[in-house]
């Protein structure tokens, strides 16, 4: 009897040794990546939350900040301009982004031969190597009043244009910028296109238009969703294109949040709210991302 109750003894133990193993296993896989994502984005998010709920020169909490980006002065809503101008340049650089790398991205995952795919791919997205302030002082000296776009102009008899320190330049330098993107999530859902229907459309007599509103659209139109969130949400944060491309009429949400901590009339409090709308924002479009965009995208990317 006392060795049955040894053996029971044992194998109990070691029952609940099993058990904590198992329970252990996963916690100590997801230690690193869940170490990393509490202490760089949900910590510094809480102190960005307190942050934006103390009104400068005041140690009580309010939602004063946040009133404040709602303010009104002179007929004209201050911060919600700039935020609507934000959403503007996204909106302008996301159209752009889809209708000039759809065609891309079909040449690329349909037309070009499949020996030569994967190396054109690289040289497309070879630029995003390099660093986005050096693509931006790149633009600078193309767009600039005597700079080689206006050079050649005025070489071939044109006159010169005048697009940089305006919205113009800003659109040009954010659409160079995300188009990239834009391109790699449409080539990965092109590439899976069933070119089976376009052939049977063809045979049923469907026209070039029908086909692709009817046959190709459906079967991409999770990672035109994908890619017009990446973009859009990319793109609506951006600082160093308006930074440098557009002028003190260009500034977006990013702009004002920099002024606001590093300005000479820095506003900490306020720069956290304006922060905690961009972020909502943002989470509000990921999301919906997740939710109705490629799901094959969105874990690749």
């Not at 003894?9 to 198992?22: D, F, P």
């Not at 996963?26 to 990393?36: K, T």
């Not at 007599?205 to 999770?222: D, E, K, L």
């Not at 702009?255 to 709308?277: D, H, K, P, T, W």
Request: hydrophobic residues 50%.
């Amino acid at each position: 009897m006392t060795g049955n109750n040894a053996s029971n003894s044992n194998a109990s133990s070691g029952h609940r040794s099993g058990r904590y193993l198992k329970f252990l296993e996963p916690l100590a896989l997801l230690f690193p990546s869940g170490f990393w994502l509490i202490t760089f984005l949900i910590i510094p998010t809480v102190f960005i939350l307190i942050q934006s709920l103390v009104p400068l020169g005041k140690a009580e909490f309010s939602l004063e900040n946040y009133q404040r980006v709602f303010e009104y002065v002179g007929g004209n809503f201050i911060y919600l301009t700039v935020v609507w101008r934000s959403l503007l340049y996204a909106t302008i650089t996301t159209g752009f982004c889809l209708l000039l790398g759809f065609p891309v991205a079909y040449w690329l995952a349909v037309i070009a031969p499949k020996r030569w795919r994967n190396i054109l791919l690289l040289l497309f997205v070879l630029p995003l190597w390099t660093s986005s302030l050096l693509r931006s002082y790149a633009w600078i000296t193309i767009l600039r009043p005597t700079g080689v776009l206006n050079s050649f102009l005025n070489l071939i008899g044109l006159s010169g244009i005048n697009v940089l320190n305006k919205a113009e330049g800003v659109i040009i330098g954010m659409v160079y910028t995300y188009l990239p993107y834009m391109v790699l999530v449409l080539y990965t859902s092109l590439e899976r296109l069933d070119l089976r229907l376009l052939e049977a459309a063809a045979d049923l007599g469907a026209n070039a238009r029908q086909t692709f509103w009817q046959i190709t659209v459906p079967q991409v139109s999770s990672g035109i969703i994908a890619g017009t969130a990446l973009v859009s949400i990319s793109s609506f944060s951006d600082y160093i294109n308006p930074q440098l491309l557009g002028g003190p009429g260009s500034r977006t949400i990013a702009s004002i949040i920099e002024l606001q901590f590093l300005g000479a009339s820095s506003n900490r409090g306020f720069g956290s709210a304006i922060s905690m709308v961009l972020i909502l924002a943002v989470t509000i479009a990921i999301a919906l991302l997740i939710k109705y965009g490629d799901r094959r995208v969105v874990s690749d990317g």
